[in-house]
């Protein structure tokens, strides 16, 4: 599996134009591109949890934000 529930997930998200690439503790497992320009817009970066009726608890260390990044590469993906 590329994610586990018990240890920390390192979540790398790369969009630029209209393009978004993602990848979890260095695999990519996502390609998607936005084919109708309108809706690219500057907007608000939300974290959120998914479906679950128990209680949750959600925790996020060392988040870093690039904005306009130079590359089109996935830093954590080896090759």
Do not use: S, T, Y
């Given at each position: 599996t590329v994610t586990s529930q018990n240890e920390w997930n390192k979540v790398?998200?790369?969009?630029?134009?209209?393009?978004?690439?993602c990848a979890?503790?260095?695999v990519e497992t996502m390609e998607w591109r936005e084919a109708d320009p309108s809706r690219i817009v500057?907007?608000?970066?939300?974290?959120?949890?998914?479906?679950w009726n128990g209680s949750q608890e959600a925790r996020y260390?060392?988040?870093v934000v690039e904005t306009f990044p130079k590359e089109d590469k996935l830093l954590t993906v080896k090759r």
């Open positions: 790398e998200i790369l969009a630029r134009g209209n393009q978004v690439r979890f503790n260095g500057a907007g608000p970066i939300g974290i959120q949890l998914h479906g260390k060392d988040i």
